[in-house]
């Protein structure tokens, strides 16, 4: 039964570090696509002038 129970939280533990990362890169990937939207703005302005 101990072995089952080393399994299993370890088992948690992958999925929260997958969770996490996963997290991590989706708030980046936002992070970047306002950043693009921002110089996109921008250049559409520069442009203007």
């Known amino acids: 039964m101990e072995d089952l129970e080393y399994f299993l ?7 929260i ?3 996490a990362y996963v997290l991590r890169i989706s708030l980046s990937q936002r992070n970047l696509r ?16």
Do not use: G, N, P, S
């Not at 939280?9 to 999925?15: Q, R």
């Not at 939207?37 to 442009?47: A, F, G, M, S, Y």
């Open 9 to 15: 939280a370890a088992y948690i533990t992958v999925w």
């Open 34 to 49: 306002r950043e693009i939207d921002t110089l996109r703005e921008e250049i559409k302005e520069r442009q203007r002038d």
């Open 17 to 19: 570090v997958i969770f």
